[in-house]
C-alpha cells in the first residue's frame, strides 16, 4: 500500500468526530486502501484491534450480508462489551439493503467513529440525508493524480523522465493497479476495469435492459469529452449508427453514469448573469485510461483529452467546475471554491492568435485566470495571464 496523505489527512482531521465519513468514488480508485491506511493509522496511536470493526460487504465473508437485519445481526456478534471508543469501517456498504438504518443507530447508541465508503453517488440522497440531516461528511477519492503517480514510480518532479511520465499517466490513467502493472498488462486491467463499473455499478444495481445503447453512449461521451451534447444529439448520433433508442432511455442513462462516478457533468455557466443556463452540458469521464478504453484505445481529440485531465485535477483539488458563457465567448472552467475563483482556459498548442487570453481579459473581475497547454511554450504569461504547460500545473501547490 502506498500513502495517499491528501485522503489520509481528512479522515484525521474528522477523528472522533460526531460526523459520519463518507468516502466516494469511482471503483477500484482506492477507497478500500484508504481505510487500510486509516486502521493502520488507529493502531499506531494505540486502539486495539478489537475496537477496530472493519467489514468490506463485497469480501467473501460478508457478501451474503444483504439486508438490514443481517447486517444488524454480525454487527451485535462483533461489538465490543465495554464501553470504549469503537472505529467502525464498513466498505462498499451500498450492498446492504436497509444500511442507513444500522449506521445511525449506531451512531446514537455507542461512543463511536463511523467511516463507510461507497461506488455510486444517490447513497448520499433520501434516507441517509434524512436520517443524518447534516451529520455526514463526503471525502471524493479519485484516481491517482499525476503527482500521486510520480510518487509511486519514484520519479523525481524535476527529473527529465517527468514528460514521458505524463504521456504514460494521459494515455493509462491513474488507476492504482494499472500504474503499478506492467505495460503489456495495463489495457486488459482496464478492460477488466471498466467492465466491472458498467457491468455492476451501472447496469446490474440499475435493471439496464439494453446494454448495447448503454455501451454505444458510453463510447460516444468518451469520444466527445469536452464537447457540448444533449440528450437528442446522443439519439440521433446512435440512431445513424443502427442504434435505436430514446431522449428517455438516454437520459435515464447519463443519470446513471455519473451515479456510477463514470462520468461528470460540467453544467453551463453564465459569467455576466451569474446564473446557469438551461442548456447543454459537457460530460468528463473520470480517468483517462478509461476514455481510451471505452473508444477502442484510438489515438487522436488531443485537445479534448487534455480538457479531460485538467477537469478531473481542478475537481480532485475540491473546486466546483462549470463551463463559462460570457455573451457567445465560451470560458472552458470556472472553478470555484470557498472565496476562489479560478477561470481556465485549456490549449493543447498556443495559437498564433491571442484568442485564448483574450476570452479570459473579457472577464472584468480580479480573480485568477490562467491558460493550460499541452505543448511545452517558452512563454510565461500573454498580457499578464500565466501561461501553464500542463505537467507543471499538475504539479502545482
Do not use: C
Not at 438490514?68 to 471508543?85: A, G, H, I, S, V
Not at 462549470?322 to 479560478?342: P, Q, W
Amino acid at each position: 500500500m502506498f500513502q495517499r496523505p491528501a485522503y489520509l489527512n481528512q479522515l484525521i482531521k474528522f477523528k472522533d468526530s460526531d460526523f459520519i465519513k463518507v468516502i466516494t468514488g469511482v471503483r477500484r480508485s482506492g477507497k478500500t486502501v484508504l481505510l487500510m491506511l486509516f486502521k493502520e493509522q488507529l493502531k499506531q496511536k494505540g486502539v486495539s484491534e478489537d475496537h477496530i470493526i472493519y467489514m468490506n460487504f463485497e469480501s467473501f465473508e460478508y457478501q451474503t450480508i444483504t439486508t438490514e437485519e443481517k447486517f444488524r445481526d454480525q454487527l451485535n456478534k462483533l461489538l465490543p462489551k465495554d464501553n470504549k471508543k469503537i472505529y467502525l469501517l464498513f466498505d462498499e456498504i451500498q450492498v446492504v439493503k436497509g444500511w442507513q438504518r444500522v449506521v445511525n443507530g449506531v451512531r446514537v447508541s455507542f461512543d463511536s467513529d463511523i467511516i463507510i465508503t461507497g461506488s455510486i453517488a444517490n447513497m448520499l440522497s433520501g434516507e441517509l440525508a434524512t436520517l443524518l440531516s447534516g451529520r455526514y461528511i463526503e471525502i471524493p477519492i479519485y484516481p491517482l493524480s499525476f503527482r500521486e503517480f510520480l510518487s509511486v514510480k519514484g520519479i523525481e518532479r524535476d527529473s527529465r523522465k517527468v514528460d514521458s511520465a505524463y504521456n504514460e499517466y494521459e494515455k493509462y490513467g491513474g488507476f492504482p493497479s494499472v500504474v503499478t502493472a506492467e505495460e503489456s498488462l495495463k489495457d486488459t486491467i482496464l478492460s477488466g476495469i471498466f467492465d466491472t463499473i458498467v457491468l455492476n455499478d451501472v447496469a446490474l444495481r440499475s435493471g439496464v435492459k439494453d446494454p448495447t445503447a448503454l455501451k454505444s453512449i458510453i463510447s460516444f461521451l468518451a469520444d466527445n469529452v469536452g464537447q457540448l451534447v444533449n440528450a437528442s444529439k446522443i439519439v440521433n448520433t446512435l440512431k445513424s449508427e443502427g442504434v435505436e433508442t430514446t431522449t428517455h432511455t438516454v437520459n435515464r442513462y447519463l443519470d446513471l453514469l455519473e451515479n456510477g462516478y463514470l462520468f461528470y457533468r460540467a453544467k453551463q455557466y453564465d459569467i455576466r448573469g451569474r446564473e446557469y443556463l438551461r442548456t447543454n452540458g459537457k460530460y468528463f469521464i473520470v480517468d483517462a485510461g478509461l476514455r481510451r478504453n471505452a473508444i477502442g484505445r484510438k489515438d487522436g481529440n488531443y485537445s479534448n483529452r487534455l480538457e479531460n485531465i485538467v477537469y478531473i485535477e481542478l475537481l480532485r483539488r475540491g473546486y466546483t467546475v462549470d463551463v463559462g458563457r460570457l455573451d457567445s465567448k465560451e470560458i472552458d472552467f470556472v472553478a470555484r471554491k470557498l472565496d476562489e475563483t479560478l477561470y481556465v482556459q485549456v490549449a493543447y498548442e498556443l495559437p498564433n492568435n491571442t484568442h485564448e487570453t483574450d476570452n479570459l481579459l473579457n472577464i472584468k473581475d480580479n480573480y485568477k485566470k490562467i491558460v493550460v497547454t499541452g505543448r511545452y511554450h517558452d512563454v510565461e504569461q500573454i498580457d499578464g495571464i500565466p501561461i501553464i504547460y500542463i505537467a507543471d500545473w499538475l504539479l502545482s501547490d
